[in-house]
């Protein structure tokens, strides 16, 4: 089993749709987990840390599942500026697995 | 302003040759990183650095050197290149390691081909 996975997508929305994304992973250790968003050709830039509560930022809400091993993200009204690539890290230690990113094509 | 800065962005270089890529950073971390992201875009983490100790090596083959001089910086040198080494190469930052808040901060990536 792989250590993170994701559905690498595309995942093809209009505006203003609503998407999910779910990432699982392995390590039941594991002690931190994050969702990055990356830009064609840019760095990942971190869209929000997952709280074991949950957590909301705007449009963006994420969720832990440590029973199950699984984060999502969930994002309403999608933008055009929205498309990217989403990818979901897990941490523990100094380590950071990374997911293979999902990527996202929001459309007018 | 730049919190995570890497040089050079882009490296051209012959198969055999010896290269480093050099990372700063300014945010006042304890722990860096160096990633690499292949062709099909697979972020992996070869080496990570703790108060300029390695703490973390993935199995990296020993042409792959990272050198910490101070906490603010973590430079990789590669000797021998290879076909396969042609990727994207990332440094990365963070307070502490794989703690709840201790998100990682991002350079802006070192695209290496190796001809």
């Known amino acids: 089993r792989k250590e993170v996975e994701q559905d690498p997508g595309p995942f093809n929305v209009p505006e203003g749709a609503t998407v999910a994304f779910n990432c699982t992973y392995s390590n039941s250790a594991s002690q931190s987990f994050f969702w990055y968003r990356q830009d064609c050709r840019k760095e990942p830039k971190l869209l929000m840390s997952?709280?074991?509560s949950g957590n909301e930022d705007g449009r963006f809400t994420a969720q832990l599942n440590r029973a199950s091993q699984y984060i999502s993200l969930l994002i309403r009204d999608s933008k055009l500026s929205d498309s990217a690539t989403y990818l979901c890290?897990?941490?523990?230690?100094?380590?950071?697995?990374f997911g293979k990113g999902t990527r996202l094509l929001v459309k007018p | 302003d730049t919190a995570v800065s890497q040089t050079p962005k882009y490296l051209v270089t012959q198969m055999g040759n010896d290269k480093s890529i050099k990372c700063e950073q300014n945010?006042?971390?304890?722990?860096m990183y160096w990633y690499k992201q292949d062709s099909k875009k697979f972020l992996k983490i070869m080496f990570s650095y703790n108060n300029k100790e390695l703490i973390i090596n993935e199995t990296v083959p020993n042409r792959f050197s990272p050198k910490s001089p101070d906490k603010a910086h973590l430079n990789l040198h590669i000797n021998s290149l290879e076909l396969g080494d042609s990727a994207v190469y990332f440094c990365?930052?963070?307070?502490?390691?794989?703690?709840?808040?201790?998100?990682?901060?991002f350079g802006p990536g070192t695209r290496l081909t190796v001809l």
């Open positions: 990365a930052s963070s307070q502490g390691g794989a703690g709840v808040h201790n998100e990682q901060f």
């Open positions: 997952v709280y074991s």
């Open positions: 890290a897990v941490g523990q230690g100094f380590s950071f697995i």
């Open positions: 945010l006042g971390h304890d722990t």
